[in-house]
């Protein structure tokens, strides 16, 4: 399917577990976004990535690893989840031309750590 | 600086009335202000976005007013319909960075 895919859609887990949350693209696009969605706060950057191999930190990176070995591949772990981190998160890719261009939002991740 | 400011965090509107919402920043070097709209269960969505050369975008019933001397803009929802429930998010960027700063949400009710 074309796109941008997140997998799994729905995931618990306890605290101190190791999650990897997935996401893929379909465009080439060369910049991808996770960002995490909480009452009150919004969406928050966590980590961004400018093409394969290159990767930096956003607002809220703290305890979150992001690799990206791949174009279409942006996958988000948790090294060892804590119940701060229950939330929902997104992934969003988008050209990688300059000029203000759309962020295209995947549909979400809903992570709840017990 | 790099906050963006959203109010209301909640609103709720009759069907057929305008439902506003603000959103207010401090970084100057802003140059890209879109309104993404979210559903239940959904990712979010690019609604309608404006750049600071203009003071005003209409696409449909849907308004951006923007006003850079007071560094403000506004998404104007005219004849709110029940299908326009839904969170709206207010983000700000500056396009040479590709990151977005999102306003913190306002969730919305039309009533039937």
């Known amino acids: 399917d074309a796109g941008i895919t997140q997998s799994p859609r729905y995931k618990i887990t306890e605290t101190g577990r190791q999650v990897t949350l997935m996401c893929h693209q379909t465009w080439s696009h060369s910049y991808m976004f996770w960002y995490r969605q909480d009452l009150g706060h919004g969406l928050r950057l966590i980590y961004y990535?400018?093409?394969?191999?290159?990767?930096d930190k956003g607002e809220v990176p703290d305890g979150y690893v992001v690799s990206r070995s791949k174009t279409e591949n942006f996958p988000l772990t948790l090294e060892s989840a804590t119940r701060s981190q229950t939330s929902v998160y997104f992934c969003a890719s988008r050209t990688g031309r300059q000029g203000p261009y759309e962020q295209y939002f995947g549909p979400g991740t809903r992570l709840t750590v017990t | 600086q790099q906050q963006v400011k959203q109010s209301p965090q909640s609103l709720i509107v009759q069907k057929g009335g305008i439902s506003i919402i603000n959103c207010a920043y401090e970084?100057?070097?802003?140059?890209?202000f879109p309104w993404y709209q979210q559903f239940p269960g959904k990712g979010p969505a690019l609604l309608i976005a404006i750049r600071p050369d203009v003071s005003e975008k209409k696409e449909g019933r849907f308004t951006i007013s923007f006003n850079k001397s007071a560094k403000q803009f506004s998404l104007h929802i005219m004849d709110s319909q029940p299908g326009d429930s839904a969170t709206y998010f207010c983000?700000?960027?500056?396009?040479?960075?590709?990151?977005?700063?999102f306003g913190t949400g306002t969730r919305l009710k039309v009533l039937a």
């Open positions: 970084n100057t070097a802003f140059d890209y």
């Open positions: 990535s400018a093409a394969a191999d290159i990767t």
């Open positions: 983000a700000a960027s500056n396009s040479g960075t590709y990151k977005y700063i």
